[in-house]
C-alpha cells in the first residue's frame, strides 16, 4: 500500500518546455531558518548560480522564514530535479560549515540519521517539495501576487514593497530596482506572455 511519503518521493516533475514552474520548499521541519540576513544572501546567490547553469529565468520569487516560493521558466526542456539540487545541495552546506565555525547548538537540532545510521546534515525538509506547471495569463499573475502578498498575509509587513526578500520592489520598479543581495529577476519572458495573450 502507497503511504504518503512513499508518494513524497515520487512526486513527479513535469518537464514541459514553455511552461512556468511554481516551485516551493521548506526548512527542515519547518523551522524558521530563514531570518539570519546573511543566510539569504546566501540562498539568494545559489539560486543566482543554478538559474545560469541550467539556463532558467527566475520569474519572481519570496523567501519566508521557514520556506521559499520561486516562479522559474526555461526556453529548453527544464530538469527541474537539477535546478533544485543546485539550489538547496550548496546553500546547505555552506550553512553547515558557517555552523560547525560557531559550534552552534543549532547542529545538533539539524542532524538527521540515516537509514545505515549515519549521521547527516539537513537545512531543507526532506522530499522534492511543491512542483506546479503554470499555463495561463490568470495561472502566473495569479502565482507572482500571491508571492509578494505572502509577507503581509503572515503579518510580517503591512505593504509588498516593504518585504526586501522578494521581488516585489522589482515589479514595482519596473524593473529597475535590482538589489544586489537577491537573485537577479528576469521577470515574465516576452514570448511567453505573447502566447498567453493569443489563448
Known sequence: MTTPKDHRRRVRHYHDPGDLHELTFSCHDRL?????????GLLAESIDRAVERYAFSLTAFVFMPEHVHLLVYSRRSPDIDSLLYAI???????????????ESPLLERLTVRH??????????LKGPGYD?????RQAVLG???YKHNNPVVRGLCQRAEQWRWSSAR???SDGQCQDPALPMVHGLPGEFLDDLEQQ
Not at 524558521?32 to 539569504?40: A, V
Not at 538547496?88 to 560557531?102: C, E, G, W
Not at 537509514?115 to 531543507?124: D, L, S, Y
Open 132 to 136: 506546479r506547471n503554470l499555463k495561463t
Open 88 to 102: 538547496k545541495r550548496p546553500f546547505s552546506y555552506r550553512i553547515k560549515v558557517n555552523l560547525q565555525a560557531v
Open 143 to 145: 502565482s507572482i501576487d
Open 170 to 172: 522589482w515589479y514595482l
Open 115 to 124: 537509514g545505515n545510521g549515519e549521521p547527516g546534515f539537513r537545512f531543507w
Open 32 to 40: 524558521s531558518l530563514l531570518t539570519n540576513d546573511h543566510w539569504r
